[in-house]
Each structure stands twice: as structure tokens, then as C-alpha cells.
Nanobody, 128 residues
Framework: EVELVESGGGSVQAGSSLTLGCTAS????????MGWYRQVAGEHCELVSS???????YYLESVEGRFTISRDSAENTVHLQMTNLKPEDSAVYYC??????????????????????WGQGTQVTVSS
């Protein structure tokens, strides 16, 4: 079973920066595409960014140029550096790992399903 432990998050002013961290453990966790979802409405989440085991990144259009995802394969850790934060970036952010080899979906419900593993979530609040 893949387990994800998140770090980071908090409350900041608009224009500030935050870095989220996620460490994965368990079988094949070093091969999984990993990324970050954020909760947008009810139980619905959008994929903010992801990175494959080969280092190929994906970014949600609204965060392109402001967020940077990176991966330390030796440590099985993924970081999401968030700069120039906006109030609309406020959300609970969840680290996720794909268990299928097919990548993370662009939308999901909180907690995912049998095809991915999720962390417990970390709150990001950006005030104007």
C-alpha cells in the first residue's frame, strides 16, 4: 500500500509563496506519477500539477508560470513551489500518486479511488 505524507501549507497574503511537500512510501511508489489536487467545490477536486517518474510536468492553466513541481526520486518526494499566490488558490491541497501507470486524472473526488493513493490534505489560505 502506498502511503503519502504531506507537509507545508498555511495562511499567507496574496503575492506570497508557499511550498508543499509530499513523501511517498510503499511498493512501486518511486515509479508512480505524483501530483497535487485541490478541492474546488464539495467533494470535487481539480488536478493542479503532476509529474511523471520521467520528470514530465503538467500544470493547470491557471497556475502555469506561478507553480513549479519537482521530484526527488531518491527520496520519493515531490514538492510544489507556489509563488505569487492568489486568493483563488485557497483550498485544501491533496498529494496523490497514480497506481495504474496511466497518470492522474484532471478531476477527481476527494480521496480518489482504487486507482490512486491520496494524502490527508493540507490547507492553503491566501488572503487579499
Amino acid at each position: 500500500e502506498v502511503e503519502l505524507v504531506e507537509s507545508g501549507g498555511g495562511s499567507v497574503q496574496a503575492g506570497s509563496s508557499l511550498t508543499l511537500g509530499c513523501t511517498a512510501s510503499g511498493p512501486t511508489s518511486d515509479e508512480a506519477t505524483m501530483g497535487w489536487y485541490r478541492q474546488v467545490a464539495g467533494e470535487h477536486c481539480e488536478l493542479v500539477s503532476s509529474i511523471s517518474r520521467f520528470g514530465n510536468p503538467y500544470y493547470l492553466e491557471s497556475v502555469e508560470g506561478r507553480f513549479t513541481i519537482s521530484r526527488d526520486s531518491a527520496e520519493n518526494t515531490v514538492h510544489l513551489q507556489m509563488t505569487n499566490l492568489k486568493p483563488e488558490d485557497s483550498a485544501v491541497y491533496y498529494c496523490a500518486a497514480d497506481l495504474t501507470g496511466l497518470g492522474l486524472r484532471k478531476t477527481a473526488l476527494v480521496g480518489g479511488d482504487d486507482f490512486d493513493a491520496w494524502g490527508q490534505g493540507t490547507q492553503v489560505t491566501v488572503s487579499s
